[in-house]
């Protein structure tokens, strides 16, 4: 029987993956710890990992996160919450369940702020978007101690890099709940932050967690995993107003708030490795928004 850690559990993806793994391994031992687990204090992460029996795999959802905006009101107080959560988990994994292999997530926003179609060989070349950075820089800073920690320790694992997750139970303030939401309580104007060109790789959340769950394996120490579906604001905001019959004013609030304009991901270490994401049949934008928009947010 295959034992599972999952943190972040109470999270949109993390609560996914808990529904998912029990679909996929129904004899699993799932254990999932969320928000009730303070992980900034190193006590209660030596409490949950001491007090688990031999884990073999831990997936490390758990961080803080918000939109742009958010992150730059908020950079500080992101980045130490994170790098403490980083550290102390981090190392009483190593002191408790050195056998287990441990999956950590990173971001499109842990990219150099001027690539595009990201790499992996690009994960360190370049600086990172400002009113970002100390999210990606977070992002970073776990799989450079995962790094550490299999050279010194031999833990196994790898940092998987997802798409722009979108799906029912997102409550949170990210492009496609917010569009849903502003959609519902305006039916006159719709405020559109950008011009709408900026390009994000989209994927639906079933599709990701299918796709953490393929390539839970990797030996590497990094790998993209997006849906390679990418897609403008302008072309989600366009299948969202016909999805809902939505017609009020769509305003975009100017190329300047912009931040990059076309982040995707380069699946081609992912294809070769495991045939994701082109032999997987995954759903299209437009399916997506439309069970998103049915099921609700």
Same mark, same amino acid.
């Given at each position: 029987m295959t034992r599972y850690l999952i943190t972040g559990s109470d999270g949109f993806v993390g609560s996914g993956m808990k529904h998912f793994l029990s679909q996929q391994e129904p004899d699993a031992e799932i254990i999932a710890i969320g928000r009730e687990h303070n992980l900034f204090d190193p006590a209660i992460c030596k409490s949950v990992l001491a007090s688990c029996r031999k884990l073999d795999y831990i997936f490390h959802f758990a961080d803080v996160n918000g939109n742009a905006e958010w992150s730059r009101r908020h950079a500080a107080d992101q980045y130490f919450s994170n790098m403490k959560i980083t550290l102390n988990f981090l190392e009483n994994v190593v002191h408790y369940q050195r056998q287990a292999r441990f999956i950590g997530f990173s971001s499109l926003w842990a990219y150099p702020e001027k690539a595009t179609n990201f790499r992996e060989a690009d994960y360190w070349m370049g600086g990172l978007s400002e009113s970002i950075q100390q999210y990606g820089m977070s992002k970073k800073m776990l799989g450079s101690g995962l790094a550490a920690c299999r050279l010194q320790h031999e833990l196994k694992g790898?940092?998987?890099?997802?798409?722009?997750?979108?799906?029912?139970?997102?409550?949170?303030?990210?492009?496609?709940?917010?569009?849903? &939401? $502003?959609?519902?309580? =305006?039916?006159?104007?719709?405020?559109?932050?950008? +011009?709408?060109?900026?390009? *994000?790789?989209?994927?639906?959340?079933? +599709? @990701?967690? @299918?796709?953490?769950? *393929?390539?839970? +394996?990797?030996?590497?120490?990094?790998? =993209?995993?997006?849906?390679?579906?990418?897609?403008?604001?302008?072309?989600?905001?366009?299948?969202? @107003?016909?999805?809902?019959?939505? /017609?009020? $004013?769509?305003?975009?609030?100017?190329?300047?708030?912009?931040?990059?304009?076309? *982040? *995707?991901? +380069?699946? &081609?270490?992912?294809? /070769?490795?495991?045939?994701?994401?082109?032999?997987? /049949?995954?759903?299209?934008? /437009?399916?997506?928004?439309?069970?998103?928009?049915?099921?609700?947010?």
């Open positions: 790898t940092m998987l890099v997802l798409g722009s997750i979108y799906g029912p139970g997102d409550h949170s303030d990210h492009l496609v709940p917010s569009l849903i &939401s $502003k959609m519902k309580s =305006n039916s006159h104007e719709l405020l559109v932050w950008g +011009d709408g060109s900026q390009v *994000r790789d989209f994927i639906f959340l079933d +599709d @990701q967690l @299918q796709g953490i769950y *393929r390539n839970k +394996d990797y030996e590497g120490e990094l790998l =993209n995993i997006a849906g390679a579906q990418p897609a403008s604001v302008y072309e989600v905001v366009t299948i969202l @107003q016909e999805l809902m019959d939505y /017609r009020g $004013k769509i305003i975009y609030t100017g190329a300047g708030n912009s931040i990059t304009d076309d *982040r *995707r991901l +380069d699946m &081609s270490v992912a294809t /070769r490795y495991s045939g994701w994401p082109g032999s997987f /049949r995954l759903k299209s934008l /437009r399916e997506g928004l439309k069970i998103t928009i049915e099921i609700g947010t």
